[in-house]
């Protein structure tokens, strides 16, 4: 027997799943998070997993987390004494950004603390022109002076970013071997060995971003890697935003990799089930306590996008762009909105029912929660409705106070509202609804895929309750709730490849490209790429190379990402990748011009170890057990009460159906079957749920 | 020429920002949570076609600049959504949009029809600025518009990118008047493309930019369409009335709180490039019960070169004032918005000048009257307003023909924000009626070769002092690397630095120099050069003004603000009479 276990540190709890390689059985441990040391939280969590499920530390092939750390320290300014070593004359580039405002009419929104300040950005003295040919020589004899700079700062980490270093990047090189030798010890991190592409500012930010977390993330990881291998347990991996996961050594020379770590698992897992279960295409839809994430999946895959801002601001439903710290590093394409179950909902001075960006978190929590709360939260419409149980959540442990909730309702929202609790409840639910069905609109309309082509795969704590509202609203017809869909996203950690992304920029336009050139640069990518897995012991024919290019016409400025088709490349792949590019413009901005050279800006190789598939299950109940525990009323929109079956799903064994209305209760999350849908398990514990009445 | 002057209402001498409310086809009956559905996806829409027009544009003005703008409009052309990219396009698209339908009434469109035009004394801005709008069909009905606007990099003239010396707006490029063409017949290869094209200097760029605002028209287009589809034309259509009307609520709830009076402030242009005489913009401010009136009298007569404000930009400015200063940002705006204001400008003045004038440079009054308005609610709502800042856009056009045809570099940049009263003003960001991005260093070097950039940062010392300090102004510096190279620009705040408020000190002044020879040459505030190899071209934009006493200033925020080298020890000492250490 062989285990892979997965670690996911949430806001409130630290899951710990784990699946068992030969049958794909899994399981689930939660203990609660510490954020003063989250290696305490988690393991408590490995402990009690390991003790419930009797797992052997030596029979575990594969151990996976998913960190917020980077995150939280950029949130909470809490990285860093980083310094910055620029061109002479451009010291400045990293605090003035690119000098537009996230907020056109708020005279006091301004951009967030540069991450290393201007105190410690030092300049010195060369120039690599537009064309790669030195026009300023590195002045050498300014080295020394910088060092003592350096010195007088107290510095953890040195960023050096020069201009055009990603198409001559020797200035760096030599600056930063003179660097290593004189701090030995502090992490050195040049833009062209983090990110060698085109733009400064946001080469620069990538690079301060790491300078700025790496020291934390690297004791981090040490200290937690320290107590897992006390456990006797395997080498620690990390979940990458890109959907792969990278060993922690790997992870510390490039720590922007683990940002959105936690959300990126989450989608990893969704793809599991979609090649599992053979429904390649997927609306994953992940919704927690304070935001909701879509991803589409098609082919059993999901795609990354190459621009992120790490500790943005969101401004009502939207994350602003320009409010937090660029970093061009892949991150799964997914679009996030504040909507959660903790999302709580207002009436602003208009008298519009608004919900969230504010959420009530795990503490207070929800009103029902009677834990302090005092706004009503959309849990406590959910309650309101009849969709969770009135007596208690967590098979017994939360107990609920529903009169509080109702009370909630009716003086925050009913009365200004001019309507009763149970309407105004409906309209939460339907406009929370509506902010999540956006975001998953701007994964799958927006990116010219039409939705209906898609089943909605829902997890998270609070997913599989909204589903089918959602679907409904996309005209969506087939819903899948997972497993443990409270932890779900936690088992994309053990079910995905160890992945790490290259970029190089080259600048050619299609019509003068030289393919020599391009399959140069290529393989200089793979070689980097094939180092890693060397070093991550990954046997040769467990590797893949994927090549995009990164084009776009002449004169623009932003990019498309296309596929590059396998084999040398050659005049015919260079005239390949212009058709591509052309198909992908229209697709993408609704024209394209096919009498223009495409110009090649940035090429991209993904290198994949590939870690053996996996397939999990969930044991369903013996035939004949008996599910159905009892009837409620619940209210649907238009004040239309209709009585009904409450399920417990832990008794349901496979091929039950289950016919709505109806509530298929779990542990950790409640399925509502809204009438005219229909649910069945299958022989995984996948919950399959249906229209049975489309709507004329 | 004579009815050119008369024709367009726009410009009249008395306007008002207040239109008519659509009158619903069908009285319908919208049910909360569709229109808080519909009104979102409305401004999704304006939105998404702001963004791919920017994504898929060729000119930098454009992509990197991103001077642009996306508007949904009913089917009377009232702005119902917008995506929020550069305001000073966004308050005045309904008067532009009002100008074409005075030459091709609504009623004679169909499908595949657009409305142009880029004419400043046809409703416009400058013509630089052009405006595109699409009528929206469902059903064989036209239900809305969808508009979009782009600032064009060379639409011909006396000069590539501008032409400082023009004494018309015939000599400032070329004109699109207020019209109806049809797209597969004049665009698309067609009479118009190939006018256009012939009458600009680089057709590459801005051909290609034309095609963007087209395609991102259509992209609204298809998204009205689906939402129509989805919900209903007649409830569609309720709720983009019912948008108007919530922004109108809450406006004028806001403005319930404030007492009523009338408030008088000016600002000035440093001056024309022609004489020393500044350029005031005066206004008067008046607020009473749930409405707000701006008048311009007393403001300066017109000029003869081209910093005059054509009346569709006095207007955008004055509503940007009013909207940053008197509402909180999640207001949407709209013409609902539009509705409690009135603006008046006398005709002939630098506000509401009459034809021929050239304008090119309209930013730089439009943000004047920003200030006068800004200015003069400081003293009824001093926590919402701040200092003077930069206020100006500081266009820079670096030229050069050589065998490949024209090059044309045009930026603008940005500066210092005045201080306000809770926080410092930003440091060397764009300014508020433009908000424009930068283009990065790497890009602009990698597309130009007649010069090379080689110092981008901000200015220690450049902020006015106070309880908050200004933000900082930025220098930009270019080495020529061709002779022949040709420089116009527009700048300003050269003489008049930006104004301190409440005992605040005023910022630093704007200034380029061309370094030649061991030689410092000033250039003038708006002025036109020839530059040679070698030359240094550096700019020095304005840092805001403070805003409230020194002596009010946080011990801590001095000392930040030496260690960080943002205000040198020597400043401090003399501002704040800081005698500390960093």
């Keep these: 027997m062989a285990w892979r276990i997965g670690i996911d540190i949430g806001g409130t709890f630290t899951d710990v799943a784990l699946v068992d390689e030969t049958s794909g059985r899994i399981g689930v441990a939660k203990a609660p998070?510490?954020?003063?040391?989250?290696?305490?939280?988690?393991?408590?969590?490995?402990?009690?997993?390991?003790?419930?499920?009797?797992?052997?530390?030596?029979?575990?092939?594969?151990?996976?987390?998913?960190?917020?750390i980077v995150t939280n320290a950029l949130l909470e300014e809490r990285g860093a004494r980083a310094v910055l070593v620029a061109t002479r004359g451009f010291r400045d580039v990293l605090e003035l950004r690119r000098s537009s405002r996230a907020d056109l009419y708020d005279l006091f929104q301004d951009a967030p603390k540069t991450l290393i300040p201007r105190r410690r950005r030092f300049e010195i003295t060369e120039r690599i022109g537009a064309d790669g040919q030195v026009v300023t020589p590195l002045a050498d004899a300014e080295i020394d002076g910088l060092i003592a700079d350096i010195k007088a700062q107290d510095a953890e980490a040195i960023a050096v970013s020069l201009l055009f270093s990603f198409i001559n990047p020797t200035h760096e090189q030599v600056l930063g071997q003179r660097l290593r030798a004189a701090f030995p010890g502090m992490p050195v991190y040049l833009s062209s060995e983090v990110l060698p592409e085109i733009r400064e500012f946001e080469r620069t930010s990538t690079t301060a971003v790491c300078a700025y977390v790496g020291p934390l993330l690297a004791s981090y990881l040490e200290r937690l890697e320290t107590a897992t291998r006390g456990l006797g347990l395997p080498r620690l991996y990390v979940m990458g935003s890109n959907g792969g996961v990278f060993e922690a050594a790997e992870g510390i020379t490039m720590p922007a990799m683990a940002v959105e770590s936690g959300p990126a698992a989450g989608v990893v897992a969704a793809a599991l089930a979609a090649r599992q279960t053979d429904r390649l295409n997927l609306l994953s839809f992940d919704m927690g306590g304070t935001t909701a994430k879509a991803c589409l999946i098609r082919g059993g895959t999901y795609d990354t996008t190459p621009e992120y801002e790490v500790g943005g601001e969101a401004s009502g439903n939207r994350w602003m762009h320009g409010t937090g710290h660029p970093i061009r590093v892949p991150v799964i394409d997914l679009a996030e909105v504040s909507a959660g179950g903790g999302s709580i909902a207002w009436v602003d001075r208009a008298g519009s029912l608004r919900v969230g960006p504010k959420s009530a978190g795990a503490e207070p929590g929800p009103v029902c929660y009677g834990r302090g709360g005092t706004q009503p939260t959309v849990t406590d419409c959910n309650l309101m409705l009849g969709y969770l149980d009135r007596g208690s959540l967590l098979a017994g442990d939360l107990p609920i106070d529903f009169a509080a909730a109702e009370h909630a309702i009716t003086e925050k929202l009913a009365k200004p509202l001019g309507t009763d609790s149970r309407t105004a409840a409906a309209a939460v639910i339907d406009v929370v609804n509506h902010a999540m069905a956006e975001a998953l609109k701007i994964v799958s309309v927006q990116r010219g895929?039409?939705?209906?082509?898609?089943?909605?795969?829902?997890?998270?704590?609070?997913?599989?309750?909204?589903?089918?509202?959602?679907?409904?609203?996309?005209?969506?017809?087939?819903?899948?709730?997972?497993?443990?869909?409270?932890?779900?996203?936690?088992?994309?950690?053990?079910g995905s490849d160890l992945k790490r992304d290259y970029v190089r920029t080259l600048y050619m336009t299609t019509d003068k490209a030289d393919p020599a050139a391009i399959e140069a640069a290529y393989r200089a990518l793979e070689a980097q790429g094939s180092a890693m897995l060397d070093r991550a012991g990954i046997a040769p024919e467990r590797r893949r190379f994927v090549r995009t290019v990164d084009a776009r016409y002449e004169r623009q400025s932003y990019e498309l990402s296309v596929a590059v088709g396998e084999g040398p490349i050659s005049t015919n792949a260079v005239a390949a990748m212009a058709e591509a590019f052309h198909d992908r413009h229209r697709q993408t901005y609704g024209h394209d011009n096919r009498a223009e050279p495409v110009q090649i800006v940035s090429l991209r190789v993904s290198a994949i170890g590939i870690i053996p598939p996996l397939a999990v299950r969930q044991e369903t109940a013996a035939p004949g057990t008996q599910a159905r525990k009892g009837r409620r009323p619940v209210w649907f929109r238009g004040n239309r009460e209709v009585d009904a079956a409450i399920y417990d799903r832990a008794r349901m064994p496979t091929g039950q159906e289950v016919v709505g209305p109806a509530v298929i209760e779990a542990l950790e999350s409640t399925i509502l079957v809204p009438p005219d849908w229909q649910a069945t398990m299958d022989a995984l514990g996948f919950i399959q749920m249906r229209r049975h009445e489309p709507r004329s | 020429m004579q009815d050119r002057i008369a024709k367009p209402k726009a410009a009249s001498a008395k306007t008002k920002a207040k239109q008519a409310k659509v009158p619903a086809t069908k009285p319908v009956r919208l049910d909360p949570v569709d229109y808080a559905v519909i009104s979102q996806a409305l401004i999704a829409i304006a939105r998404e076609m702001g963004t791919k027009l920017i994504r898929s544009s060729y000119s930098n003005i454009v992509r990197e600049a991103q001077d642009a703008s996306a508007a949904l409009f009913d089917a009377q052309g009232n702005v119902v959504a917008q995506a929020e990219l550069i305001p000073m396009h966004?308050?005045?698209?309904?008067?532009?949009?009002?100008?074409?339908?005075?030459?091709?009434?609504?009623?004679?469109?169909?499908?595949?029809?657009?409305?142009?035009?880029?004419?400043?004394?046809?409703?416009?801005?400058?013509?630089?600025?052009?405006?595109?709008?699409?009528?929206?069909?469902?059903?064989?009905?036209?239900?809305?518009?969808?508009?979009?606007?782009?600032?064009?990099?060379?639409?011909?003239?006396?000069?590539?990118?501008?032409?400082?010396?023009?004494?018309?707006?015939?000599?400032?490029?070329?004109?699109?008047?207020?019209?109806?063409?049809?797209?597969?017949?004049?665009?698309?290869?067609?009479?118009?493309?190939?006018?256009?094209?012939?009458?600009?200097?680089?057709?590459?760029?801005?051909?290609?930019?034309?095609?963007?605002?087209?395609?991102?028209?259509?992209?609204?287009?298809?998204?009205?369409?689906?939402?129509?589809a989805k919900y209903g034309v007649p409830t569609v259509l309720a709720a983009m009335a019912e948008l108007m009307s919530y922004s109108e609520r809450r406006f004028r709830a806001a403005l319930a709180a404030i007492p009523d009076g009338t408030w008088l402030a000016e600002d000035a242009?440093?001056?024309?490039?022609?004489?020393?005489?500044?350029?005031?913009?005066?206004?008067?401010?008046?607020?009473?019960?749930?409405?707000?009136?701006?008048?311009?009298d007393g403001t300066c007569k017109q000029v003869g070169r081209n910093l005059n404000c054509p009346w569709a930009s006095t207007v955008s400015a004055t509503l940007a004032a009013i909207k940053a200063a008197l509402t909180s940002p999640d207001i949407p705006f709209n013409e609902g918005f539009k509705r409690p204001v009135t603006v008046t400008a006398p005709r002939g003045t630098l506000v509401n000048p009459n034809y021929p004038a050239p304008v090119r440079a309209r930013l730089l009054p439009a943000y004047r009257c920003f200030n006068a308005v800004l200015k003069?609610?400081?003293?009824?709502?001093?926590?919402?307003?701040?200092?003077?800042?930069?206020?100006?856009?500081?266009?820079?056009?670096?030229?050069?023909?050589?065998?490949?045809?024209?090059?044309?570099?045009?930026?603008?940049?940005?500066?210092?924000?005045?201080?306000?009263?809770?926080?410092?003003?930003?440091?060397?960001v764009d300014s508020p009626l433009s908000n424009c991005t930068n283009t990065p260093v790497e890009a602009t070097d990698m597309d130009f070769e007649h010069f090379r950039v080689i110092g981008y940062g901000l200015i220690p010392?450049?902020?006015?002092?106070?309880?908050?300090?200004?933000?900082?102004?930025?220098?930009?510096?270019?080495?020529?690397?061709?002779?022949?190279?040709n420089f116009a620009t527009y700048t300003d705040r050269v003489r008049l630095a930006p104004y301190g408020l409440f005992g605040g000190t005023q910022g630093s002044r704007t200034r380029i120099e061309i370094e030649r020879d061991g030689r410092i040459i000033k250039v003038k505030s708006k002025d036109r050069v020839d530059l040679r190899r070698g030359d240094v071209l550096t700019l020095y934009s304005s840092g805001g003004g403070g805003y409230g006493s020194a002596d009010g200033r946080a011990p801590e925020a001095i000392a930040r603000d030496v260690a960080e080298g943002y205000v040198s020890a020597k400043a401090a000492k003399a501002a704040y009479g800081w005698t500390g250490k960093a």
């Design chain 1, 33 to 68: 998070t510490t954020p003063a040391d989250f290696a305490k939280g988690v393991l408590a969590a490995l402990d009690l997993a390991m003790r419930r499920y009797r797992v052997d530390a030596a029979d575990t092939g594969l151990l996976s987390h998913a960190t917020t």
């Design chain 1, 449 to 494: 895929h039409d939705p209906r082509e898609f089943a909605l795969f829902a997890f998270g704590g609070a997913g599989p309750l909204h589903a089918a509202a959602l679907a409904a609203e996309l005209g969506v017809a087939d819903v899948i709730c997972p497993p443990i869909p409270g932890a779900y996203s936690a088992l994309g950690l053990v």
């Design chain 2, 90 to 228: 966004l308050g005045s698209m309904s008067e532009i949009f009002r100008a074409c339908v005075e030459q091709c009434p609504i009623e004679k469109l169909e499908p595949g029809d657009f409305y142009i035009n880029n004419d400043p004394y046809g409703g416009g801005q400058h013509l630089q600025d052009v405006f595109i709008f699409t009528p929206i069909f469902v059903e064989n009905r036209l239900i809305a518009f969808a508009g979009t606007v782009a600032h064009h990099l060379d639409l011909g003239g006396g000069n590539p990118g501008m032409t400082p010396d023009a004494v018309d707006v015939h000599a400032e490029g070329l004109i699109i008047p207020p019209s109806r063409y049809t797209y597969e017949r004049d665009w698309n290869g067609g009479n118009l493309e190939r006018l256009v094209t012939a009458n600009v200097r680089v057709p590459s760029q801005t051909i290609g930019d034309f095609y963007a605002q087209f395609a991102a028209n259509a992209i609204g287009t298809a998204r009205m369409i689906e939402l129509s």
């Design chain 2, 269 to 296: 242009v440093d001056d024309d490039g022609l004489t020393d005489q500044p350029l005031v913009v005066k206004a008067a401010v008046t607020k009473r019960g749930q409405s707000i009136s701006v008048d311009f």
């Design chain 2, 376 to 428: 003069a609610l400081a003293q009824v709502v001093p926590e919402k307003v701040i200092a003077g800042g930069n206020d100006s856009t500081h266009a820079l056009a670096i030229s050069h023909l050589g065998e490949r045809g024209y090059r044309v570099y045009l930026e603008i940049y940005g500066g210092g924000f005045g201080g306000g009263p809770r926080l410092d003003g930003c440091d060397a």
């Design chain 2, 461 to 485: 010392d450049s902020a006015g002092h106070g309880r908050k300090r200004g933000g900082l102004g930025l220098f930009r510096r270019f080495l020529i690397l061709k002779d022949g190279t």
